[in-house]
């Protein structure tokens, strides 16, 4: 019973860190918090549904589908974001919401208000048992990929070339554009591996529900964006910690809480944040960035 | 090599920039000098498309480069060594290094550069594998301009390499600007220490509010009566 509570907590954690990943990727560079995140996840959903309608094999629409998420998300930065490059921080913010919404009403008259049910294959429903312990193989997976997505990022972020212009693009995104590299580049690529987690995410979440709706993306990522707060806006090691922290708490408060206080976890959740953010005010990794004029 | 017509530069109501002409020949410093507020970064800025020029020609090589982003600008063989160092602090020394060369380089040619530069600068040797803000102000400073100097470029534009450094290192740094000087480099000096800028340049050209004022041999400079009563004290 504990060793599946710990397996919940950590699949949970790690959604919510892809997520925060994703957010605190594009803010690192652009200084935007892009509330159309949500709806990259939606997006990716519904490509899942679609695969899986068309008949392909389920492997290959889950390739299908977070390459589609990934390309949405640099859709949206050439359709929505390059043209307001240097709108203030207010104007992102809005055009984020107007793309948001937007897309929210695509979804809903364009394919149903309704959620609607993937196939997704029986074995991922699944348990497998040591003894006396039995784990679920939809959080188990979710917890592997996880790992090997936040493992892939480090080593791109590390090892490859663009990947260490995005880190110091972080840190003074002009001087990266004195050493030759384009701005656009940068962006763009903050964007795919943006849209990449949320793929994933996206995945990792419906395989856990087997269902997809026009708000799927909303509660998510609304999570994630507190995970990405709390672990120190635009730093990435805090958005991992503060995904994994979140769904942690999230699952330990589910399983413990009485019943009479149960109605209350989120405002319990939301009162730690707040009690975080009072202690450490730049969250619990805080970014390293220059501030210039 | 590179010449600047008729520049100028507005912060929305303000004039940073009223008029600057000047312009450098292949394998010379040119020193920019003068007071606080004169001009001096703008300019660097516009040559490096950093900052908007309201009007006015930025032409290097023959090719007018107004307005181009920076990125294109660096690609042309323009690299500027920006004010206050502006190194990444997250990053490694070698990353820093890295990504100074990572267009202009193939990744062969790129380590080939890197040796060069570590024997340019050893003290960047010693701390090679050290994150950039942990070196001390003039060991930035240096890396600075190895970051700048390792994608090869044709023209550096320095941007007051003596700020806020001990005097034994300010000497260190110029005698580093003097070599690279000897290797060909042309070189456009921003400096607020004008006894120093004059040493090392062959010739100057000196800003006040905006405008230049005064420009001539380095020489020229250093004996006229505007310059000793107003920048080196005599």
């Given at each position: 019973?504990?060793?599946q ?7 949970l954690?790690g959604?919510?860190a892809l ?5 605190a990727?594009?803010?690192?560079i ?11 996840m ?22 299908v ?6 390309l949405?998300?640099v859709a949206?930065?050439?359709?929505a ?12 913010l809005l ?6 919404s937007?897309l929210k009403?695509v979804?809903q008259?364009g394919?149903?208000a309704r959620?609607?049910a993937v196939?997704m294959?029986g074995?991922?429903t699944g ?8 784990i ?8 592997v990929?996880s790992?090997l997505?936040l ?7 590390r090892?490859?070339?663009t990947?260490?212009a995005?880190r110091?693009?972080?840190e003074?995104?002009n001087v990266?554009?004195l050493?030759?590299i384009?701005?656009?580049?940068i962006?763009?690529?903050a ?16 395989a856990?529900?087997a269902s ?7 509660t998510?990522v609304?999570?994630?964006f507190?995970?990405a707060?709390?672990?120190g ?9 503060g ?5 942690i ?22 009162s730690?944040?707040?009690?975080v953010?009072?202690?450490?005010p730049?969250?619990?990794i805080?970014?390293v960035r220059?501030?210039?004029s | 090599?590179?010449s600047v ?6 912060y929305?109501?303000v ?5 600057v002409d ?5 394998g010379?410093?040119i ?9 001096k970064?703008?300019?660097?800025g516009?040559i490096?498309g950093?900052?908007p020029?309201?009007?006015?020609k930025?032409v ?5 480069i107004?307005g181009l ?23 490694t020394v070698?990353d ?7 267009v202009?380089?193939?990744?062969p040619e790129?380590?080939a ?5 570590l024997?340019l600068f ?8 050290a ?6 102000g ?11 100097l ?10 007051e390499?003596?700020?806020?450094l ?7 740094v110029f005698?580093l600007i ?6 060909g480099l042309t070189?456009?000096?921003v ?9 090392i340049a062959d ?7 905006g405008e230049?004022?005064l ?9 006229s009566?505007l ?8």
């Open positions: 019973m504990i060793a509570q710990i397996i919940n907590a950590v699949s954690g959604v919510y997520l925060a990943l994703g957010l990727i594009v803010f690192s652009v200084g935007l918090i892009n509330f159309a995140h949500g709806e990259l939606t997006l990716s959903g519904y490509a899942l549904l679609a695969a899986l309608v068309f008949g392909l094999p389920f492997p290959l629409a889950v390739l589908a977070v390459s589609c998420g990934a949405a998300a949206m930065e050439r359709v974001f390059r043209p307001m490059r240097d709108a203030s921080v207010t104007s992102l055009t984020s919401f107007a793309v948001s937007l009403v979804f008259n394919i149903s959620p609607q196939a294959p074995w991922m348990a497998f048992s040591f003894g006396d312990f039995t679920g193989v939809g959080p188990s997976i979710s917890i990929v790992a997505a493992i892939a990022l480090e080593l791109f972020l090892r490859t070339v990947g260490t995005m110091a693009a972080a003074d995104f990266v554009r050493m030759g384009p701005a656009s580049r962006i763009a690529t964007f795919l591996l943006s849209g990449l987690l949320a793929g994933l995410a996206a995945m990792l979440w419906v856990q529900r997809v709706d026009p708000l799927m993306g909303f998510p609304l999570k994630a507190i995970a707060v709390v672990g806006l635009g730093s990435l090691p805090g958005a991992v910690a995904g994994f922290l979140l769904g708490i999230e699952v330990l408060l589910q399983a413990t809480l009485p019943a009479a206080v149960a109605p209350y976890r989120d405002a319990i959740v939301l730690g944040v707040i009690a953010l009072l202690v450490r730049q969250g619990l805080p970014a220059v501030q210039r | 090599m590179l017509e008729a520049l100028k530069i507005r929305g109501e004039e940073a920039v009223r008029r000047l312009a450098v020949d292949s010379e410093i020193a920019l000098v003068g007071a606080n507020g004169a001009g970064s703008s300019t660097l516009a490096a950093l900052v020029a309201a009007s006015g930025v290097f090589d023959g090719v007018d107004t982003a920076p990125e294109a600008i660096a690609r042309k063989g323009v690299s500027l060594v920006p004010e206050g160092r502006r190194i990444f602090a997250g990053l070698a820093n290094l890295r990504l100074g060369g990572a202009h380089l193939s990744a790129a380590r550069r890197e040796e060069e530069m024997d050893p003290i960047l040797r010693r701390y090679h594998r994150k950039g803000g942990n070196l001390s003039g060991e930035q400073q240096m890396l600075a301009i190895a970051r700048a390792m994608g090869k470029p044709r023209m550096v534009l320095l941007d390499p003596s700020l806020g001990a005097p034994q290192l300010i000497d260190t005698d003097a070599e690279l000087r000897r290797t070189i456009l000096l400096e607020q220490n004008v006894a120093l800028a004059l040493e010739r100057a050209i000196v800003l006040a509010n230049v004022v420009s001539g041999t380095a020489k020229e400079l250093a004996s009566d310059v000793r009563q107003a920048y080196l004290g005599a």
